[in-house]
């Protein structure tokens, strides 16, 4: 039958009274082996194992169970090895992690420098540009004072520049004195 085929009820009953036959043809010949393997071990002295062969099986086992205790013990100690180093492993990635995130910290920092800098030099900056312009301020203030006080200066040599030559009071009677007779 195939797999395209839908099945009618007639078909899976034919399907399954032929599995239900080809079952107890194979439970006969299992039946019939098991009884022959049992009268040839039965009726077979040779079969058994002898006193001599089982101390050579014992003697085998022994020796394969303390290979299988040595190969216990050596994957016991893989075993610890392999859960020392997944230890040390989980440690490297712990530390990995770590400096990885203060890296990442560290050139966001390193990005951020130029602009702090200028923050703060500019923060720094501030007071020392108000000084100059208050330096600026008076120096014009001291300025326009000096050229004030120039310009008096330069008015009262004007001024001094007529010497005030002092006044004689006497009367201008007679006539002036020579010196011709001297």
């Known amino acids: 039958m195939s797999q395209t085929e839908t099945p009618t009820p007639k078909t899976v009953q034919a399907e399954v009274s032929r599995l239900r036959e080809e079952l107890q043809m194979r ?12 009268r040839l071990v039965k009726g077979n002295a040779t079969f058994m194992p002898k006193a001599e062969a089982s101390e050579r099986h014992l003697t ?5 169970r303390e290979q299988l205790q040595e190969v216990e013990q ?4 893989y075993q610890e090895q392999i859960a020392s180093r997944d230890g040390e492993i989980y440690q490297l990635r712990q530390s990995v992690q770590e400096l990885s995130d ?24 501030a007071p020392v540009r ?5 330096l600026q301020r008076e120096n014009r203030q001291l300025h326009a004072e ?27 009677t007679g006539p002036i004195p020579t010196f011709g007779h001297v």
Do not use: C
């Not at 050596?74 to 100690?77: A, I, P, W, Y």
């Not at 108000?130 to 208050?134: D, F, L, N």
């Open 27 to 38: 439970d006969q010949l299992v039946q019939q082996l098991s009884q022959e393997l049992f």
């Open 74 to 77: 050596q994957v016991t100690f």
């Open 60 to 64: 085998e086992m022994r020796v394969l």
């Open 146 to 172: 000096l050229q004030s006080v120039s310009y008096r200066l330069a008015v009262r040599s004007r001024n001094v520049s007529r010497v005030d030559l002092p006044s004689f009071a006497r009367p201008m």
């Open 102 to 125: 203060r890296s990442r910290m560290l050139e966001q920092v390193v990005q951020e420098l130029p602009q702090i800098y200028r923050q703060k030099f500019a923060e720094r900056m």
């Open 130 to 134: 108000e000084k100059v312009a208050m």
